[in-house]
């Protein structure tokens, strides 16, 4: 579960995410792109164009369905 009052921007916008709802079998990487005070918003599917995945419609994803992919060691 990822806890918004701890998202900072710039830092946290496109880091990688998963999409990691309980119950459900598949897990979906994505970008966070925004965030407000009850949802953080993901790109999840770009056509493989990451570099660009702002130009991108975001999905609205509640925070306990998320969790940081640990790759940068963050």
Request: hydrophobic letters at 35%.
């Amino acid at each position: 579960m990822i806890e918004i009052e701890h998202l900072k921007d710039p830092e946290d916008v496109g880091r990688w995410v998963v999409y990691n709802r309980e119950g459900w079998t598949k897990k979906e990487m994505g970008r966070i792109r925004s965030w407000n005070e009850g949802w953080i918003f993901v790109v999840y599917n770009c056509d493989g164009n990451w570099d660009d995945f702002m130009k991108y419609s975001p999905y609205a994803t509640h925070p306990r369905d998320l969790d940081f992919v640990v790759e940068d060691g963050r």
